[in-house]
């Protein structure tokens, strides 16, 4: 099962599966099962929330997709091709979630981190919890608290680095953090 979402800011869409459906100012008509989309202005985002307390925060002009894998109605996974999105997976979450970008594979079980992805490349920043972020098929990089990784599309290594206090408020703001 797939969820297709965009987050714009003026007559943005949302579709889901082959439906689709037009944001006005209110909460989206179609979402996976049981959950609830709350709009925002300051900064413009999105909030998918979850009755097994998943949260994805869109910000303004992000592209995703969301995955249901293991087909339980639950969205496990975000393909994110543009912009933003900040994930809170609770702990004791069944079945773990990922973020997919074009140029990384960031895999978790109970925490909040943000990805951001642009051409020229995809970055993965923890907030709480712990993330292993990896290229496709290639090998994982731990992330913890305050940690982030750069990836992009080449074959460099990938270098986990403690992110500076205003690169992380700067990037955490886009989601109203």
Request: glycine share 12%; with cysteine; aromatic share 6%.
């Amino acid at each position: 099962m797939s969820f297709v979402v965009t987050v714009r800011k003026r007559a943005g869409w949302v579709g889901v599966g082959l439906a689709a459906c037009i944001l006005a100012a209110g909460p989206l008509s179609a979402q996976p099962r049981g959950c609830s989309v709350t709009t925002y202005t300051d900064p413009p985002r999105e909030t998918l929330s979850c009755p097994d307390g998943l949260r994805i925060t869109a910000e303004e002009g992000s592209v995703y997709a969301l995955r249901d894998r293991n087909r339980d109605g639950r969205p496990d996974v975000v393909e994110l091709t543009s912009r933003g999105v900040l994930v809170d997976v609770p702990a004791g979450r069944r079945g773990g979630f990922q973020v997919q970008t074009p140029h990384a594979i960031a895999s978790v079980r109970g925490t909040t981190w943000a990805v951001d992805v642009t051409p020229a490349r995809s970055s993965v920043f923890v907030q709480t919890g712990v993330v292993a972020v990896n290229r496709p098929g290639g090998p994982a990089v731990t992330l913890r608290a305050g940690d982030g990784v750069d990836v992009a599309p080449d074959a460099a290594p990938l270098e986990v680095k403690r992110w500076g206090r205003e690169r992380a408020a700067t990037f955490l703001a886009r989601f109203g953090r």
